[in-house]
């Protein structure tokens, strides 16, 4: 019993630590969070170097478009991608 209640409690912190994004409470990363999980599950900062995010940003930018979802704003956008800059692999 107590070995089930051991994987059980290591199983929980492994998704805790995996689900928390760098400076969590910071406004970027809130905004981050908010912005970029409405289509999928947030992607983890450190997933990709910064010239990938770079990239990544431009086709997000598309997809809300085609798809009429609000655009982070000029000065959100520059938010986000400070935030990932910082945070990239
Ligand atoms: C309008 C819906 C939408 C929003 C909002 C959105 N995405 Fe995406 N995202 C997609 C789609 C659709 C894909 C699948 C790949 C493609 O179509 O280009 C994707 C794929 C991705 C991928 C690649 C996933 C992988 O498995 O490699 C990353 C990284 C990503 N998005 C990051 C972001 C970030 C960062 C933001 C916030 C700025 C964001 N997304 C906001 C629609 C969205």
Known sequence: MKKIALIFALSFTTTTWAA???DAD????????????VCHAMPYPERLDWPHWRHM???MKQRMDERGIAEPSNAEWRQIAAYLK????
């Open 57 to 59: 940003l431009g086709v």
């Open 20 to 22: 928390e994004i760098p």
């Open 26 to 37: 910071s406004p970027a990363a809130k905004l981050f969070a908010n912005k970029c999980s």
């Open 86 to 89: 910082k945070n990239a692999r």
